[in-house]
């Protein structure tokens, strides 16, 4: 059997009473837990229940076409009004 990697960017966001996690690149594949640490261990297994039933039906794994960067941005503030700058690096 091929064994092929998979790389999925997953978000876990704060949600009342706990937090809500899920993989936008995976419609449906979301999970919520009490702590970050579970839902971290349950957005791994809604991962994985995900990925056997594309292959159970023959379905494509879906692929993450997202390019994601972080970019600093320095807020002043000023009497007058803010003043954002977007740093330039060489």
Do not use: S, W
């Amino acid at each position: 059997m091929d064994k092929k990697i998979y790389t999925f960017r997953a978000m876990i966001e704060p949600d009342e009473p706990g937090y809500h996690g899920y993989v936008p690149a995976l419609p449906g594949c979301h999970t919520c837990g009490d702590t970050v640490e579970e839902t971290k261990e349950n957005l791994k297994d809604a991962l994985v229940g995900y990925l056997e039933v594309c292959l159970k039906h023959g379905d494509p794994i879906p692929h993450n076409d997202i390019f994601e960067f972080t970019q600093p941005v320095l807020v002043e503030k000023l009497k007058t009004k803010p003043k954002v700058k977007i740093p330039v690096y060489a």
